[in-house]
């Protein structure tokens, strides 16, 4: 499966930003997806993560409250709505892809899209 995410841009604190990633292949809907950032200097981190069938989810501490993954499977596309953003949300966005796993591990993603950049102006 091949990945392409976007939406990401500049905005202030306490603005929302919606980043979608759109995914090629029929079988979108058997793969768990998940969303990773990364900021500049430091390891990526994982931030959210939906089953396959989209009936459970998995959020960071840190952006629990603020930001909700979501998927839809007659687009192929699996969004991530950020609400509250903070100037420490500012990295680069990845979205990923596994049919087994859908945790909080990177390594454990097979596929991944190139990444949007989200930067959240103080």
């Known amino acids: 499966v091949q990945l392409q995410a976007s939406g990401g841009g500049l905005v202030q604190a306490g603005g929302s930003l919606r980043l979608s990633c759109a995914a090629s292949g029929r079988t979108f809907s058997s793969y768990n997806m998940g969303w990773f950032r990364q900021a500049p200097g430091k390891e990526r981190e994982f931030v959210a993560a939906?089953?396959?069938?989209?009936?459970?989810?998995f959020y960071a501490d840190s952006v629990k409250g603020r930001f909700t993954i979501s998927r839809n499977d007659a687009k192929n596309t699996v969004y991530l709505q950020m609400n509250s953003l903070k100037p420490e949300d500012t990295a680069v966005y990845y979205c990923?892809?596994?049919?087994?796993?859908?945790?909080?591990?990177?390594?454990?993603?097979?596929?991944w899209g190139q990444g949007t950049l989200v930067t959240v102006s103080s």
């Open positions: 990923a892809a596994d049919p087994y796993y859908s945790g909080r591990n990177a390594l454990e993603y097979d596929y």
């Open positions: 939906i089953n396959w069938s989209g009936g459970a989810t």
